[in-house]
């Protein structure tokens, strides 16, 4: 199912720059940009920092903050599954972070208005720590091929094992 981008949040940071962050719907399709208002820190990114040398991937959480200024309006940016909604944030001309919004019990408490809604988003590497690979029952031999081919299965509902294998190369970061 195609993407399309939905919502959009801009905003200025500390030294001038222009940054936007453009949120996707997946099956989105229509042409309306939702412009969203950032809060007081609208976009934080957290990497990773484990000392742990040993630990080679390392992935990055990012919190996206806006004003809702009518109850409710804000609603349908909840994401319902993991994969509905893909972020891409800008600093500049330069892609700063790619993720998805994770799925969140959002507390919509009765407050006054304007409210400021946090949403935390995940780096592809970090949908891993939710996905559920098939492990063999068997003793076998599990190839880092075969848990990559699992894992765009696993990503894409639409692909199968013949569309997955028709990738000739991997390249790892």
């Known amino acids: 199912m195609a993407r399309k981008i939905k ?3 801009q905003f200025k940071s500390l030294n001038n720059t222009s940054c936007t962050v453009n949120i996707y719907e997946e099956g989105y399709t229509g042409n309306t940009i939702t412009e969203l208002t950032g809060a007081a820190v609208p ?5 990773d920092d484990d000392s742990d040398l040993l630990q080679f991937i390392r992935y990055k959480t990012a919190y996206m903050r806006v004003i809702e ?4 309006e804000l609603d349908s940016l909840m994401p319902t599954s993991i994969r509905h909604h893909f972020v ?3 600093y ?3 892609r700063v972070f790619t993720g998805f919004m994770q ?3 959002f507390d919509n408490g009765w407050v006054s208005e304007p409210r400021e809604l946090e949403f935390p988003l995940v780096s592809p590497l970090g949908l891993l720590d939710a996905f559920n690979f098939n492990v ?3 003793h076998g031999l599990v190839t880092i091929g075969s848990l990559m081919n699992e894992l765009m299965i696993g990503l894409n509902p639409s692909a199968t094992d013949a569309t997955v294998s028709d990738y000739s190369d991997v390249i790892y970061p």
């Open 43 to 47: 976009f934080e990114i957290e990497e």
């Open 136 to 138: 063999p029952s068997t």
């Open 92 to 94: 500049g001309s330069e």
């Open 7 to 9: 919502w959009r949040l």
């Open 69 to 72: 200024t009518t109850y409710g």
């Open 103 to 105: 799925c969140q019990q």
């Open 88 to 90: 891409e944030a800008y």
